[in-house]
């Protein structure tokens, strides 16, 4: 699965260019891709979303709020 298509799609990227939409993905990629290898297994992606999740609740924010 593309994850970039697919947030895209669900209009959960923040930003008003395509740019800015891009480079916040990146961002967040880089972060999640913690070995640097271009690739995020499963299970290293739902440790990420949970923790993102948890960090947003606790401020009051949405995933797709986060600023770009």
Known sequence: VDLFASC???GAVP???LRQKRMYLEELFAM???DGM???DCETFCKFHADVS???MDHGLEFSSLPS
Do not use: I, L, W, Y
């Open 8 to 10: 895209f799609e669900a």
């Open 15 to 17: 930003g008003d260019s």
């Open 32 to 34: 999640v891709d913690v």
């Open 38 to 40: 271009g690739t995020v």
């Open 54 to 56: 948890k960090a947003d």
